[in-house]
């Protein structure tokens, strides 16, 4: 719900989230609607124009101020006021339909962008002509990897209380070290977003085992803009890691629930449902209901809402299913974690502005990283080794015959996007990929020839000298980096 200035709601405007499309939208996009239409609201307040006065100049003043107004100075990047558009342009279509209101945002018809070959049909989605008040910058996202040793630096600097020497920083913690390694391992390890890796229960990890990649299930009610789950792998060392947080001896997840039973939380959350049995083959709970007796619920239909409501007894109390628990015991957010990078970044930059930084200031270190920019590491990563295997198939092929076998089995981009999650291969294509794409197969094959991690590294290495978009770690003078080693 939206107050205005004056302490009071404009039913009308909070009637927007609770009709229409908006009312089947998921949570995060609620929230950053929300947030686009408090800034609007808020704008059209200080210029003296009431929300269903706008106009088409309006929105375009309001689009200089967000981007390159001097006398703002909290402005955006373009990526960030073209969600602000759709957004506005969202709402002003509804308000339209339902109150008579006009739109202001200026929009553009769907056509075509040029005439497609036959074979490429497939990849093409229906385009939208170019947007007039979309910004020019908006289309080409900031992409950015990390080397996989540069993430491990940062996680364990960032994390886990390590110094660029490798040694433990004094007065160390390491309250929440176990479960913040484990997580961002998950993340680098599996590309699933940040609400979807946030989202998921302990009957949906696997037990690890000799498989280095252990299939999971994604549930359709925490996929993003998914129709149906999708399955998704885990490394082995991912599962460990996860164990090791999960250890009832050991682990830092049983110690901060036994202090929520203690404390008697758990008993004092409302909406609580307690669940008494778990089908794999069927991927369903059985919940208490009101009768007493269990109810079979599949895992598809519960969304991350009602997956922190989930809960088992246990000889000592109740105990969450939700993995990833906050210190007092109850379930984390997903977007609790945007937090746990911006800390991490804090402290990696404050390390490297005591020891290694040269004198220059925090704000200077090179060494960061956001939750997205894992994601987009694992994506770059099998691009790599999946441009290696795609070349092994087609060697020795005629052009016909490469063409059928893409037809039978699909080509990278369908093979990527499957393991991203994505509905079209054209997505991962576009903005994902974009800047990698450029390099030569016979290229990518030299650099893959050696130990697969290596080859991926080398490969970031030099495209990050031409465009600036990877995140390499941080070498002091004389450090070496081994196996087992801390990377430096």
């Given at each position: ?99 008579g209101v006009a739109n202001p945002v200026a929009t553009a018809g769907v056509g075509t962008r040029h005439r497609a070959r036959p074979h490429e049909i497939a990849l093409r989605r229906p ?170 619920v599949s895992l598809d239909v519960l969304g991350p809402d009602e997956r922190r409501r989930l809960f088992r007894r246990t000889p000592d109390g109740l105990a969450p299913l939700w993995v ?157 980096t081994g196996t087992g080693e801390l990377s430096r």
């Open positions: 719900m939206l107050i205005g200035p004056g302490g009071w709601p404009d039913p009308r405007i909070n009637l927007y989230f609770r009709t229409g499309p908006m009312a089947e939208a998921r949570p995060g996009t609620w929230r950053r609607y929300a947030y686009a239409l408090v800034v609007w609201l808020d704008y059209l307040q200080v210029v003296g124009r009431g929300w269903e006065e706008a106009t088409v100049g309006d929105v375009e003043a309001f689009k200089e101020w967000r981007l390159t107004s001097l006398d703002n100075a909290g402005r955006v990047q373009p990526t960030s006021f073209d969600t602000d558009r759709s957004a506005l342009n969202s709402f002003y279509s509804w308000a339209g339909q339902r109150y385009s939208v002509g170019r947007d007039p008040l979309r910004p020019a910058g908006s289309t080409r996202r900031q992409v950015k990897w990390m080397l996989r040793s540069a993430f491990e630096q940062w996680r364990n600097i960032g994390l886990c209380g390590y110094g660029f020497d490798g040694l433990r920083r004094p007065g160390w913690r390491g309250i929440n070290e176990d479960r913040d390694a484990a997580f961002v391992d998950g993340l680098y390890g599996t590309g699933l977003r940040l609400a979807e890796w946030a989202a998921v229960l302990d009957v949906e990890i696997p037990t690890p085992g000799a498989a280095r990649f252990a299939p999971a299930h994604l549930s359709v009610a925490c996929l993003k803009g998914g129709k149906t789950g999708r399955t998704y792998r885990i490394p082995r060392s991912v599962l460990q890691a996860v164990a090791a947080y999960t250890d009832p001896a050991e682990g830092s997840r049983a110690e901060v629930v036994r202090r929520a039973q203690r404390a008697g939380r758990y008993q004092q959350l409302s909406g609580l449902r307690v669940v008494t049995g778990y089908r794999p083959q069927t991927r369903r709970l059985l919940i208490e209901g009101p009768g007493g007796g269990p109810v079979p990833w628990l906050a210190p007092n015991g109850l379930p984390k957010k997903p977007y609790g974690w945007e937090d746990t990078f911006d800390h991490a970044n804090h402290r990696v930059a404050r390390v490297w502005a005591e020891t290694v930084g040269d004198g220059k200031d925090a704000d200077e270190c090179p060494l960061w990283a956001r939750p997205h920019m894992l994601r987009h590491s694992f994506c770059l990563k099998w691009y790599s080794i999946l441009s290696a295997v795609w070349r092994t198939r087609v060697t020795g092929l005629s052009e016909e015959e490469t063409r059928d076998l893409r037809d039978q089995l699909g080509d990278i981009w369908y093979q990527l996007a499957t393991l991203m999650g994505h509905a079209h291969p054209m997505t991962t294509r576009d903005i994902y990929l974009e800047p990698f794409a450029g390099l030569e197969i016979d290229y990518l094959m030299a650099m893959l020839d050696e130990e697969e991690t290596l080859g991926v590294d080398a490969l970031l290495r030099t495209l990050a000298h031409h465009g600036g978009r990877t995140v390499q770690p941080i070498t002091t003078t004389g450090a070496t």
